[in-house]
């Protein structure tokens, strides 16, 4: 079991850049596919990046070219660097952990979620 929690959120103006962390604890997030999800008000859950435990990164299509997931092995920790941030990307940004396969896009894959951290873009 890993237990995740985000921080790095707040206010930002447009064009501004913002790096998210999702610190872990409990087991080695090299062992899981990770993710980053958002949620703004009244909309559902929606995919942002991932990073499997294999490397391999994945974006949705609003983010990229402007957003970067990576990991620090060393640190266990998971980071979304925001660059050039819009008012569409304020959200509650989540990270999740996923110990199986599946679509690394499908809230379903991922097994363990963090509280989320607030991300309010100004224009």
């Known amino acids: 079991q890993v237990q995740l929690v985000e921080s790095g959120g707040g206010l930002v103006q447009a064009g501004a850049s913002l790096r998210l962390s999702c610190a872990a604890s409990g087991r080695p997030l090299s062992t899981y596919n990770m993710a980053w999800f958002r949620q703004a008000p009244g909309k559902e859950r929606e995919f942002v990046a991932a990073?499997?435990?294999?490397?391999?990164?994945t974006y949705a299509n609003s983010v990229r070219g402007r957003f970067t997931v990576s990991v620090d092995d060393a640190k266990n920790t998971l980071y979304l660097q925001m660059n050039s941030p819009e008012p569409e990307d304020t959200a509650v940004y989540l990270c999740a952990a996923g110990a199986g396969g599946g679509d690394v896009t499908s809230i379903e894959s991922y097994d363990y979620w963090g509280q989320g951290t607030q991300v309010t873009v100004s224009s």
């Open positions: 990073i499997t435990w294999g490397s391999v990164r």
